[in-house]
């Protein structure tokens, strides 16, 4: 099953206009895994997102641990025109996550 990009912080998937919550996902997830015996979960990730903080990137992060997709595609946030993010200020940007 395919989670579609996003970050995983309620507040960012708001900023975005996206009609669900973190917990969706992870009530999505459970449910799939009960369902269908050995399945994979792949997701894409947008980070950077305008005024996304180190705690929404913490609950992002977090729930990847969480779920343990079989895959990720990770990518930085850039701005598309004609999206309300576009106007959005860049600075408010987390600063730069090391492991």
């Known amino acids: 099953m395919f989670f579609l990009k996003q970050p995983y912080s309620d507040k960012i998937l708001k900023l975005m206009n996206r009609g669900y919550t973190r917990k969706f996902y992870l009530d999505l997830a459970e449910n799939y895994r ?8 792949t997701t ?7 005024t996304q903080t180190q705690t929404d990137f913490q609950d992002t992060y977090s729930l990847l641990n969480d779920l343990e997709f079989n895959s990720a595609y990770i990518f930085k ?5 004609y ?3 576009r106007f959005t200020r860049m600075s408010a940007r987390s600063p ?3 492991s």
């Open 34 to 41: 009960k369902i269908v015996k050995g399945a994979c979960l």
């Open 44 to 50: 894409d990730i947008i980070v950077g997102f305008p």
């Open 77 to 81: 946030y850039s701005p598309r025109p």
């Open 83 to 85: 999206t309300p993010s």
């Open 96 to 98: 730069r996550i090391r």
